[in-house]
């Protein structure tokens, strides 16, 4: 009895480390977005994905570590074509629940958000969180734009537009959730704040360096764009 006990404890824990190793995913094997991008060109929405490499977050003392930001450009007929073209090419699996921020083009707003607000609210790794911005630039320059002293564009009013109001608010950054709220309120007027890249304000060593900063707000009432201020 006691040698057919010891068989079966054997075989339960041979099993749950077989079940184990088999779910296990290791951090170096996973693409995490950080920001997602949403523009209309020539008939076919266009997806912009932002990868930031972790060693240019987590950095050891004395080690030297620069930003490696890398951009994934697809499109398609709908935002879910547009998502099908970026799986083609993912070298690893992309994680999308670290998204911490939204960009959409004058574009989109023009199209109409029905489609984009339908596929942000339909993916379950999609939080409501996210800061969302709109832009007339090129969406692929804006989320390659570094942070001062080459730090990775996690650093910048991308991704941490609170930091920067907290001495000098143009215009009040707006979550996710929040323009939801108010974007379906009858008879409301809401905004998305407008972020570009400006090449006047900043330098290194004499040599222009851009930065993001605010444009103005583009202005939005039943779900349609009225006009940017």
Known sequence: ???????????????????????????QNLNFATA?????KDGKYQLYIQLVGLDSVAK?????????????????????DAYFELYK?????????HISTIVVSEAILNQGLDHVLDELTRYYEYRQTPWIFATQDPIDKVLSTLGLFKQSSLETLLHHPDR????????RPIKLYQFFREIFE??????LPG??????????????????????????KDIKYIGFF
């Open 195 to 220: 972020i570009t890249i400006t090449e006047s304000q900043w330098r290194s060593n004499e040599k222009k360096e851009p930065k993001l900063t605010y444009s103005g707000a583009f202005f939005i």
């Open 36 to 40: 997602l991008g949403v523009d209309f």
């Open 89 to 97: 090419s993912e070298q690893e699996v992309i994680i999308f629940s």
């Open 60 to 80: 050891t003392e004395g080690e030297t570590s620069y930003a490696q930001t890398y951009i994934s450009i697809s499109s398609g007929e709908t935002l879910l």
């Open 1 to 27: 009895m006691k040698k057919l006990f010891l068989s079966l404890l054997c075989l339960l824990l041979l099993v749950t480390c077989a079940s184990c190793k088999s779910d296990m995913k290791e951090i």
């Open 164 to 171: 920067s109001s907290k001495q000098s608010t143009m215009v």
């Open 186 to 191: 009858p008879g409301k007027t809401t905004y």
